[in-house]
């Protein structure tokens, strides 16, 4: 079982709902991610969380936005998405502070489809 | 622009067979890590290597770190079905961000 929970599992919205995913993780961890996964690709980096602060926004566009509202919990919240926007979105955490220097735990991830 | 590139990007074998699955890069990196991927779940770690010249074990996968930590492989003993999935190599290198690879997507026929 992974330590890294997600929610929900699977996700269909249209393009003018709002949502949000939503992770959590109890090891301890002081840097949380999200990344974007689209089929038979892999996993590409999205935010970095490091101590609850934004540390890496790797030039997302704003109908996403993250949330860390404390050191388990991480969130993203989805405005005006569009189909192209459809994708497996995995959280993972680690115990270093910035990605590189740890390795990554990664939820189950929510599966979201834009209608 | 720090790449990993993986080889092969697919690879369909009989079970029994043996496998090696290549990360490649120019770059050094201080460590590497390899994940296992099942459709709809998230990536699984196998292991991290950081020295050169490390050769990791676990069961039937042997894992390498080159001597000049530019590159990795993951050999793979006696596959079975249950190995099936996408192969994940990635690089960290100090304070930077995570690469991956492109994966390898590795189905074993009983």
């Known amino acids: 079982d992974t330590e890294v929970t997600q929610t929900p599992k699977h996700l269909v919205m249209g393009m003018t709902n709002k949502k949000s995913l939503k992770c959590e993780q109890h090891?301890?961890?002081?840097?949380m991610y999200w990344y974007k996964q689209k089929a038979k690709k892999p996993p590409e980096l999205m935010f970095v969380?490091?101590?609850?602060?934004?540390?890496i926004n790797e030039s997302v566009p704003s109908r996403f936005s993250p949330e860390c509202p404390n050191s388990s919990l991480l969130n993203l919240h989805l405005h005006a998405l569009q189909p192209e926007d459809s994708a497996l979105y995995l959280c993972?955490?680690?115990?270093?502070?910035?990605?590189?220097?740890?390795?990554?735990?990664f939820g189950e991830g929510s599966r979201l489809t834009v209608l | 622009t720090q790449l990993l590139e993986q080889s092969p990007q697919f690879l369909s074998i009989q079970e029994g067979e043996n496998l090696t699955v290549y990360c490649n890069s120019s770059?050094?990196?201080?460590?590497l890590q390899w994940y296992r991927q099942e459709p709809g779940e998230g990536p699984v770690l196998l292991v991290t290597?950081?020295?050169?010249?490390e050769v990791k074990k676990l069961k039937r996968l042997t894992f390498q770190f080159g001597d000049a930590r530019k590159d990795s492989s993951l050999h793979i003993t006696a596959a079975q079905p249950g190995d099936t999935g996408l192969y994940l190599c990635?690089?960290?290198?100090?304070?930077?961000?995570?690469?991956f690879g492109q994966g390898t997507r590795l189905t074993i026929n009983p």
């Open positions: 969380y490091s101590y609850e602060k934004l540390s």
């Open positions: 090891m301890g961890h002081r840097a």
């Open positions: 993972a955490s680690s115990q270093g502070p910035i990605a590189g220097t740890g390795e990554l735990f």
């Open positions: 990635a690089g960290g290198q100090g304070a930077q961000k995570l690469v």
């Open positions: 770059s050094v990196f201080s460590s």
């Open positions: 290597v950081v020295t050169g010249g």
